[in-house]
Protein backbone atom coordinates (compact mmCIF):
# COMPACT_ATOMS: atom_id res chain seq x y z
CA UNK A 1 0.00 0.00 0.00
CA UNK A 2 1.23 3.83 -0.59
CA UNK A 3 1.13 6.10 2.50
CA UNK A 4 0.19 9.32 2.53
CA UNK A 5 3.51 11.92 2.73
CA UNK A 6 3.16 14.20 6.02
CA UNK A 7 2.16 17.98 5.00
CA UNK A 8 4.73 20.28 4.82
CA UNK A 9 6.00 23.48 2.65
CA UNK A 10 8.26 21.96 1.05
CA UNK A 11 5.67 19.06 -0.12
CA UNK A 12 3.71 21.94 -1.30
CA UNK A 13 6.33 23.61 -3.08
CA UNK A 14 6.57 19.85 -4.58
CA UNK A 15 2.77 19.40 -5.56
CA UNK A 16 2.99 22.90 -7.11
CA UNK A 17 5.84 22.35 -9.57
CA UNK A 18 4.61 19.15 -10.61
CA UNK A 19 1.14 20.59 -11.03
CA UNK A 20 2.60 22.99 -13.72
CA UNK A 21 4.55 20.89 -15.39
CA UNK A 22 1.67 18.75 -16.27
CA UNK A 23 -0.08 21.38 -17.01
CA UNK A 24 2.10 22.27 -19.77
CA UNK A 25 2.79 18.51 -20.69
CA UNK A 26 -0.92 17.72 -21.47
CA UNK A 27 -1.87 20.94 -22.89
CA UNK A 28 1.10 22.72 -24.66
CA UNK A 29 1.64 25.14 -25.84
CA UNK A 30 -0.23 27.31 -23.69
CA UNK A 31 0.24 30.56 -21.53
CA UNK A 32 1.19 31.41 -18.33
CA UNK A 33 -2.35 33.53 -17.72
CA UNK A 34 -3.69 29.77 -18.29
CA UNK A 35 -1.71 27.94 -16.16
CA UNK A 36 -2.68 30.35 -13.57
CA UNK A 37 -6.32 29.57 -13.97
CA UNK A 38 -5.82 26.43 -13.56
CA UNK A 39 -3.67 25.76 -10.57
CA UNK A 40 -4.88 29.23 -8.85
CA UNK A 41 -1.20 30.15 -7.98
CA UNK A 42 -0.05 33.99 -7.36
CA UNK A 43 1.72 35.33 -9.74
CA UNK A 44 5.22 35.55 -7.51
CA UNK A 45 4.94 31.78 -6.80
CA UNK A 46 4.12 30.80 -10.09
CA UNK A 47 7.12 32.85 -11.95
CA UNK A 48 8.95 31.55 -9.63
CA UNK A 49 8.20 27.46 -10.70
CA UNK A 50 8.57 28.71 -14.61
CA UNK A 51 12.20 29.92 -13.48
CA UNK A 52 12.87 26.50 -11.95
CA UNK A 53 11.83 24.66 -14.48
CA UNK A 54 13.35 26.84 -17.31
CA UNK A 55 16.76 26.49 -15.00
CA UNK A 56 16.44 22.85 -15.32
CA UNK A 57 15.80 22.34 -19.28
CA UNK A 58 12.14 21.08 -18.53
CA UNK A 59 10.57 24.07 -20.50
CA UNK A 60 11.48 26.54 -22.98
CA UNK A 61 9.35 29.24 -24.57
CA UNK A 62 7.85 28.75 -28.03
CA UNK A 63 6.38 31.76 -29.93
CA UNK A 64 3.63 33.61 -28.86
CA UNK A 65 -0.40 33.36 -28.56
CA UNK A 66 -2.48 35.83 -30.89
CA UNK A 67 -4.11 38.72 -29.44
CA UNK A 68 -6.97 41.06 -29.67
CA UNK A 69 -5.18 43.69 -28.29
CA UNK A 70 -2.41 44.48 -26.12
CA UNK A 71 0.77 42.23 -25.26
CA UNK A 72 0.48 39.11 -26.63
CA UNK A 73 1.36 36.26 -24.44
CA UNK A 74 4.14 33.88 -24.64
CA UNK A 75 3.58 30.13 -24.95
CA UNK A 76 5.21 27.76 -23.09
CA UNK A 77 6.02 23.82 -24.31
CA UNK A 78 7.66 20.71 -22.08
CA UNK A 79 11.59 20.13 -23.49
CA UNK A 80 10.43 16.52 -24.93
CA UNK A 81 14.28 16.06 -25.51
CA UNK A 82 15.50 16.21 -21.69
CA UNK A 83 15.94 12.95 -21.60
CA UNK A 84 15.22 9.56 -22.82
CA UNK A 85 12.76 6.62 -21.43
CA UNK A 86 13.50 2.66 -22.02
CA UNK A 87 9.99 0.90 -23.05
CA UNK A 88 10.02 -3.01 -22.72
CA UNK A 89 7.32 -5.01 -24.09
CA UNK A 90 7.76 -8.99 -23.37
CA UNK A 91 6.14 -11.17 -25.26
CA UNK A 92 6.08 -15.10 -25.02
CA UNK A 93 8.68 -15.61 -27.66
CA UNK A 94 10.24 -12.36 -28.04
CA UNK A 95 11.15 -9.03 -25.99
CA UNK A 96 10.59 -5.91 -28.02
CA UNK A 97 12.43 -2.61 -26.73
CA UNK A 98 11.88 0.91 -28.21
CA UNK A 99 14.02 4.44 -27.08
CA UNK A 100 11.83 7.61 -26.56
CA UNK A 101 11.82 10.95 -25.71
CA UNK A 102 10.07 11.98 -22.71
CA UNK A 103 6.54 12.56 -24.83
CA UNK A 104 6.67 8.91 -25.24
CA UNK A 105 7.91 9.42 -29.38
CA UNK A 106 9.61 6.03 -30.31
CA UNK A 107 12.95 7.31 -31.70
CA UNK A 108 14.00 3.75 -31.98
CA UNK A 109 13.14 0.16 -31.41
CA UNK A 110 14.38 -3.84 -31.72
CA UNK A 111 12.86 -7.36 -31.71
CA UNK A 112 14.80 -9.70 -29.78
CA UNK A 113 13.13 -13.49 -29.63
CA UNK A 114 14.21 -15.87 -27.04
CA UNK A 115 13.13 -19.59 -26.63
CA UNK A 116 9.92 -20.01 -25.36
CA UNK A 117 9.90 -20.40 -21.50
CA UNK A 118 13.05 -18.74 -20.92
CA UNK A 119 13.99 -17.65 -17.21
CA UNK A 120 13.86 -14.33 -16.37
CA UNK A 121 17.15 -13.55 -15.75
CA UNK A 122 17.46 -14.72 -19.27
CA UNK A 123 15.80 -12.25 -20.45
CA UNK A 124 16.88 -9.41 -18.38
CA UNK A 125 20.18 -10.04 -19.82
CA UNK A 126 19.21 -9.41 -22.81
CA UNK A 127 17.65 -6.16 -21.59
CA UNK A 128 20.78 -5.06 -20.50
CA UNK A 129 22.41 -6.26 -23.97
CA UNK A 130 19.72 -4.47 -26.00
CA UNK A 131 19.56 -1.16 -24.37
CA UNK A 132 23.14 -0.66 -23.81
CA UNK A 133 23.41 -1.60 -27.56
CA UNK A 134 20.89 1.18 -28.70
CA UNK A 135 22.09 4.03 -26.51
CA UNK A 136 25.50 2.69 -28.37
CA UNK A 137 24.38 2.98 -31.74
CA UNK A 138 22.52 5.78 -31.32
CA UNK A 139 25.61 7.58 -29.45
CA UNK A 140 23.45 9.18 -26.72
CA UNK A 141 24.85 9.35 -23.29
CA UNK A 142 23.18 6.27 -20.76
CA UNK A 143 23.25 9.15 -17.49
CA UNK A 144 20.65 10.67 -19.83
CA UNK A 145 18.28 7.32 -19.36
CA UNK A 146 15.58 8.72 -17.12
CA UNK A 147 13.13 5.59 -16.89
CA UNK A 148 12.45 1.96 -17.81
CA UNK A 149 9.05 0.84 -18.83
CA UNK A 150 8.30 -2.94 -18.44
CA UNK A 151 4.87 -4.63 -19.99
CA UNK A 152 3.85 -8.01 -19.24
CA UNK A 153 1.43 -10.47 -19.54
CA UNK A 154 0.46 -11.65 -16.10
CA UNK A 155 -0.55 -10.60 -12.94
CA UNK A 156 2.04 -7.66 -11.76
CA UNK A 157 2.10 -6.02 -8.19
CA UNK A 158 2.93 -2.40 -9.47
CA UNK A 159 3.91 -0.98 -5.88
CA UNK A 160 6.28 -4.25 -5.41
CA UNK A 161 8.12 -4.43 -9.16
CA UNK A 162 6.88 -7.83 -9.14
CA UNK A 163 5.63 -10.25 -11.91
CA UNK A 164 3.32 -12.46 -9.29
CA UNK A 165 2.11 -15.09 -11.97
CA UNK A 166 2.36 -14.67 -16.43
CA UNK A 167 1.54 -18.85 -17.18
CA UNK A 168 2.10 -17.77 -20.81
CA UNK A 169 5.86 -16.71 -20.10
CA UNK A 170 6.19 -19.76 -16.77
CA UNK A 171 7.06 -16.96 -14.34
CA UNK A 172 6.26 -16.71 -11.04
CA UNK A 173 7.02 -14.41 -8.06
CA UNK A 174 9.66 -12.45 -10.19
CA UNK A 175 10.97 -9.34 -9.05
CA UNK A 176 12.00 -7.66 -12.34
CA UNK A 177 12.16 -4.22 -11.68
CA UNK A 178 15.06 -5.13 -8.83
CA UNK A 179 17.06 -7.80 -11.38
CA UNK A 180 16.60 -4.90 -14.18
CA UNK A 181 18.13 -2.02 -11.82
CA UNK A 182 21.07 -4.55 -10.99
CA UNK A 183 22.62 -3.40 -14.13
CA UNK A 184 20.82 0.09 -13.97
CA UNK A 185 20.97 1.17 -10.96
CA UNK A 186 20.42 4.95 -11.47
CA UNK A 187 17.59 4.46 -13.11
CA UNK A 188 13.85 4.24 -11.68
CA UNK A 189 11.87 1.17 -13.54
CA UNK A 190 8.53 0.46 -13.47
CA UNK A 191 5.98 -2.64 -14.56
CA UNK A 192 2.58 -3.02 -15.24
CA UNK A 193 0.24 -5.68 -16.82
CA UNK A 194 0.74 -5.04 -20.45
CA UNK A 195 -3.04 -3.97 -21.60
CA UNK A 196 -3.13 -1.27 -18.86
CA UNK A 197 0.00 0.18 -20.54
CA UNK A 198 -1.96 0.11 -24.05
CA UNK A 199 -4.78 1.78 -21.87
CA UNK A 200 -2.14 4.53 -20.93
CA UNK A 201 -1.14 5.04 -24.69
CA UNK A 202 -5.42 5.43 -25.36
CA UNK A 203 -5.78 7.85 -22.56
CA UNK A 204 -3.39 10.07 -24.05
CA UNK A 205 -2.88 9.82 -28.03
CA UNK A 206 -5.61 7.53 -28.76
CA UNK A 207 -10.11 7.40 -28.58
CA UNK A 208 -9.63 7.78 -24.57
CA UNK A 209 -8.26 10.89 -24.86
CA UNK A 210 -12.15 12.43 -24.15
CA UNK A 211 -13.37 9.40 -21.79
CA UNK A 212 -13.59 9.24 -18.01
CA UNK A 213 -14.72 5.72 -17.51
CA UNK A 214 -13.74 3.43 -20.43
CA UNK A 215 -12.53 -0.31 -21.34
CA UNK A 216 -9.66 -1.10 -23.37
CA UNK A 217 -10.09 -4.87 -24.71
CA UNK A 218 -6.94 -6.37 -26.54
CA UNK A 219 -7.09 -9.20 -28.58
CA UNK A 220 -4.91 -11.49 -30.23
CA UNK A 221 -2.46 -14.27 -29.47
CA UNK A 222 -4.46 -13.76 -26.19
CA UNK A 223 -7.37 -12.36 -24.60
CA UNK A 224 -6.23 -8.79 -22.24
CA UNK A 225 -9.07 -6.23 -20.29
CA UNK A 226 -7.69 -2.81 -18.23
CA UNK A 227 -10.46 -0.60 -16.75
CA UNK A 228 -10.22 2.92 -16.48
CA UNK A 229 -12.15 4.63 -14.49
CA UNK A 230 -12.38 8.34 -13.65
CA UNK A 231 -9.37 8.64 -16.30
CA UNK A 232 -7.19 6.25 -13.70
CA UNK A 233 -6.48 2.70 -14.29
CA UNK A 234 -8.36 0.27 -11.66
CA UNK A 235 -5.70 -2.15 -10.11
CA UNK A 236 -7.60 -3.84 -7.94
CA UNK A 237 -6.50 -4.94 -4.73
CA UNK A 238 -2.83 -5.89 -5.66
CA UNK A 239 -2.99 -5.42 -9.10
CA UNK A 240 -4.59 -8.33 -10.65
CA UNK A 241 -7.70 -6.15 -12.20
CA UNK A 242 -8.54 -7.34 -15.56
CA UNK A 243 -8.34 -11.14 -15.90
CA UNK A 244 -11.33 -10.93 -18.43
CA UNK A 245 -9.74 -13.42 -20.49
CA UNK A 246 -10.19 -16.05 -17.43
CA UNK A 247 -13.64 -15.53 -16.76
CA UNK A 248 -15.50 -18.89 -17.59
CA UNK A 249 -17.23 -19.02 -20.66
CA UNK A 250 -17.84 -23.05 -20.85
CA UNK A 251 -18.10 -25.03 -18.26
CA UNK A 252 -15.54 -27.84 -18.48
CA UNK A 253 -14.59 -26.42 -22.11
CA UNK A 254 -11.31 -26.50 -23.23
CA UNK A 255 -8.22 -26.13 -21.25
CA UNK A 256 -6.01 -22.97 -20.41
CA UNK A 257 -3.05 -22.34 -19.68
CA UNK A 258 -4.11 -20.21 -16.23
CA UNK A 259 -4.63 -24.14 -14.87
CA UNK A 260 -8.92 -24.17 -15.62
CA UNK A 261 -11.22 -25.20 -18.13
CA UNK A 262 -13.70 -23.51 -20.08
CA UNK A 263 -12.02 -19.35 -19.97
CA UNK A 264 -12.76 -16.72 -22.20
CA UNK A 265 -9.02 -16.05 -23.44
CA UNK A 266 -9.96 -20.09 -25.20
CA UNK A 267 -12.57 -19.25 -27.34
CA UNK A 268 -11.81 -15.34 -28.05
CA UNK A 269 -8.70 -15.37 -29.00
CA UNK A 270 -5.92 -17.22 -31.30
CA UNK A 271 -6.51 -20.49 -28.86
CA UNK A 272 -9.50 -20.86 -30.29
CA UNK A 273 -7.94 -21.89 -33.10
CA UNK A 274 -5.95 -24.23 -31.91
CA UNK A 275 -8.03 -25.83 -30.00
CA UNK A 276 -11.07 -26.30 -32.85
CA UNK A 277 -8.52 -27.24 -35.71
CA UNK A 278 -7.20 -29.83 -32.60
CA UNK A 279 -11.00 -31.14 -32.61
CA UNK A 280 -10.68 -31.73 -36.32
CA UNK A 281 -8.12 -33.27 -36.80
CA UNK A 282 -9.79 -36.57 -36.57
CA UNK A 283 -11.78 -36.45 -39.26
CA UNK A 284 -9.63 -34.33 -41.58
CA UNK A 285 -6.15 -35.06 -41.51
CA UNK A 286 -4.67 -32.49 -43.44
CA UNK A 287 -5.18 -29.86 -40.66
CA UNK A 288 -2.32 -31.93 -38.46
CA UNK A 289 0.08 -29.22 -39.96
CA UNK A 290 -2.40 -25.86 -40.43
CA UNK A 291 -1.34 -22.95 -38.94
CA UNK A 292 -3.32 -21.68 -36.19
CA UNK A 293 -1.65 -18.33 -35.97
CA UNK A 294 -4.09 -14.91 -35.88
CA UNK A 295 -2.89 -13.54 -38.28
CA UNK A 296 -2.24 -16.76 -40.85
CA UNK A 297 -6.08 -18.06 -40.13
CA UNK A 298 -7.80 -14.18 -41.04
CA UNK A 299 -5.10 -13.99 -44.40
CA UNK A 300 -6.65 -17.42 -45.49
CA UNK A 301 -10.50 -16.40 -44.45
CA UNK A 302 -9.43 -13.37 -46.69
CA UNK A 303 -8.55 -15.35 -49.57
CA UNK A 304 -11.87 -17.29 -49.26
CA UNK A 305 -11.02 -19.87 -47.03
CA UNK A 306 -14.06 -21.65 -45.93
CA UNK A 307 -12.82 -23.18 -42.31
CA UNK A 308 -11.11 -20.03 -41.72
CA UNK A 309 -13.68 -17.49 -42.23
CA UNK A 310 -15.83 -20.54 -40.11
CA UNK A 311 -13.02 -19.89 -36.98
CA UNK A 312 -13.03 -16.19 -37.53
CA UNK A 313 -17.20 -15.77 -36.94
CA UNK A 314 -17.25 -18.67 -34.24
CA UNK A 315 -14.30 -16.62 -32.61
CA UNK A 316 -16.33 -13.37 -32.88
CA UNK A 317 -19.32 -14.77 -31.17
CA UNK A 318 -17.78 -16.04 -28.62
CA UNK A 319 -16.03 -12.53 -27.92
CA UNK A 320 -19.33 -10.90 -28.47
CA UNK A 321 -20.77 -12.83 -25.17
CA UNK A 322 -17.69 -12.05 -23.67
CA UNK A 323 -18.40 -8.36 -24.51
CA UNK A 324 -21.67 -8.24 -23.37
CA UNK A 325 -20.72 -9.48 -19.98
CA UNK A 326 -18.54 -6.64 -19.30
CA UNK A 327 -21.00 -4.17 -20.59
CA UNK A 328 -24.01 -5.62 -17.89
CA UNK A 329 -21.34 -5.78 -14.77
CA UNK A 330 -19.75 -2.26 -14.91
CA UNK A 331 -21.94 -0.30 -17.54
CA UNK A 332 -19.15 1.67 -19.57
CA UNK A 333 -19.46 4.44 -21.88
CA UNK A 334 -16.96 3.10 -24.23
CA UNK A 335 -15.45 -0.42 -24.74
CA UNK A 336 -12.05 0.33 -26.95
CA UNK A 337 -10.66 -2.66 -29.21
CA UNK A 338 -6.99 -2.61 -29.42
CA UNK A 339 -4.37 -5.31 -30.60
CA UNK A 340 -3.36 -7.53 -33.85
CA UNK A 341 -6.51 -8.53 -33.78
CA UNK A 342 -7.93 -5.48 -34.52
CA UNK A 343 -6.33 -5.21 -38.42
CA UNK A 344 -9.03 -7.59 -39.30
CA UNK A 345 -11.60 -6.79 -37.58
CA UNK A 346 -13.81 -7.11 -40.87
CA UNK A 347 -13.86 -10.77 -40.56
CA UNK A 348 -15.62 -10.58 -36.92
CA UNK A 349 -16.87 -7.37 -36.30
CA UNK A 350 -20.41 -7.95 -37.44
CA UNK A 351 -21.03 -11.31 -35.30
CA UNK A 352 -18.96 -8.98 -32.34
CA UNK A 353 -21.02 -5.95 -32.07
CA UNK A 354 -24.58 -7.71 -32.94
CA UNK A 355 -24.03 -9.87 -29.51
CA UNK A 356 -22.33 -7.39 -27.36
CA UNK A 357 -25.16 -4.62 -28.17
CA UNK A 358 -27.95 -7.29 -27.22
CA UNK A 359 -27.46 -6.59 -23.72
CA UNK A 360 -29.28 -5.53 -20.43
CA UNK A 361 -29.09 -1.96 -20.95
CA UNK A 362 -29.69 -1.36 -24.39
CA UNK A 363 -33.32 -2.33 -23.72
CA UNK A 364 -33.52 0.87 -21.70
CA UNK A 365 -31.59 2.98 -24.60
CA UNK A 366 -28.37 3.12 -22.59
CA UNK A 367 -26.02 2.21 -25.04
CA UNK A 368 -22.47 1.78 -24.75
CA UNK A 369 -19.77 2.62 -27.79
CA UNK A 370 -17.95 0.00 -29.17
CA UNK A 371 -15.38 1.00 -31.42
CA UNK A 372 -11.72 0.17 -32.33
CA UNK A 373 -7.92 2.09 -31.76
CA UNK A 374 -7.06 3.41 -34.46
CA UNK A 375 -3.29 3.68 -32.55
CA UNK A 376 -0.46 1.44 -34.60
CA UNK A 377 1.44 -1.75 -33.50
CA UNK A 378 3.85 0.65 -31.70
CA UNK A 379 1.59 2.39 -29.60
CA UNK A 380 2.74 -0.90 -27.10
CA UNK A 381 6.18 1.42 -27.01
CA UNK A 382 3.80 4.18 -26.46
CA UNK A 383 2.20 2.87 -23.45
CA UNK A 384 5.64 1.46 -21.97
CA UNK A 385 7.20 4.83 -22.15
CA UNK A 386 4.03 6.68 -20.38
CA UNK A 387 4.32 3.71 -17.59
CA UNK A 388 7.64 5.36 -16.65
CA UNK A 389 7.35 9.09 -17.55
CA UNK A 390 3.69 9.14 -16.05
CA UNK A 391 5.35 8.04 -12.34
CA UNK A 392 8.41 10.21 -13.10
CA UNK A 393 6.46 13.12 -13.46
CA UNK A 394 3.33 12.16 -11.11
CA UNK A 395 2.56 14.82 -8.25
CA UNK A 396 4.55 13.27 -5.28
CA UNK A 397 1.51 13.45 -2.46
CA UNK A 398 2.76 9.55 -1.54
CA UNK A 399 5.83 7.92 -0.63
CA UNK A 400 8.03 6.37 -3.61
CA UNK A 401 6.84 3.08 -5.16
CA UNK A 402 8.91 0.58 -4.08
CA UNK A 403 9.03 -0.29 -8.20
CA UNK A 404 10.14 3.01 -8.89
CA UNK A 405 13.58 3.44 -5.95
Partial sequence: MKALRTGSKELIKEINRFKVLNIIRHQQPISRSEISKQCELGISTLSYIMEELKSQNLIYEVGEATSTGGRKAKLL???????????????????????????????????????????????VSLIEQEVKRMFSEEAKDLSFLLGIGVLSSGIVNRNEGKIIR???????????TSMIKVYFPEVPVFVDNNINGYALAELEKGR????????????????????????????????????????????????????????????ASEFYFKHKLRELEDTKSDLLQRDYHFSKVATE?????????????????????????????????KIIMVGEGVKYKHLFEENVLEIAHDN????????????????????????????????????PIYQQMKAGV
Avoid at 80 to 107: F, P, R
Avoid at 166 to 176: K, Q
Avoid at 364 to 392: C, R
Fill in 77 to 123: KFNEDHGYVVSIKIEEEQILIALTNMNGDILRKTYTPFEKKASAQTI
Fill in 166 to 176: SSMLGWEDVAI
Fill in 208 to 267: GQKDHDFLVVSIGAGLGLSVVMGRNIYYGAIGGAGEFGHTNLVMEGYPCHCGQKGCLEMY
Fill in 301 to 333: AEAGDELSISLMKEMGTHLGYGLRNLINTLNPE
Fill in 360 to 395: FFEKVNISTDIVFSHLKDDSWFTGGALLAINQLFQE
